[in-house]
């Protein structure tokens, strides 16, 4: 069974920042698309961040310069290295998985996602 476990979430102050980690297992890993959204209070689900299999990467207008998206084949992992934080960061934020990767801002097109973790960013 494919998961994907997220952690790193938390509290910050504006400026300040996190590294939001999502561990996958049971799954080829290096062929997947792994992309990061979040969910805000009465939001939308919305693309944060994506990196294909041959390490492409891809950021949403609001997070560019400040969000970096990695991943680590043989740890089956990815991370978001998120810094310069802003209150309107505050979201639940899921990693997700795409086999096919070609229409990475879409999360129906994804084919598994993790719980999300909580990140808060105080004013």
């Known amino acids: 069974q494919v998961q994907l476990v997220e952690s790193g979430g938390g509290l910050v102050q504006a400026g300040g920042s996190l590294r939001l980690s999502c561990a996958a297992s049971?799954?080829?890993?290096?062929?997947?698309?792994m992309g990061w959204f979040r969910q805000g209070p009465g939001m939308e689900r919305e693309f944060v961040a994506g990196i294909s299999s041959s390490f492409q990467m891809h950021y949403a207008d609001s997070v560019k310069g400040r969000f970096t998206i990695s991943r680590d084949n043989a740890a089956n992992m990815v991370t978001l290295q998120m810094n310069s934080l802003k209150p309107d960061d505050t979201a639940i934020y899921y990693c997700a998985a795409d086999y096919n990767g070609s229409a990475w801002p879409d999360a129906r097109t994804y084919d598994y996602w993790g719980q999300g973790t909580q990140v808060t960013v105080s004013s």
């Open positions: 049971d799954i080829t890993f290096s062929r997947y698309f």
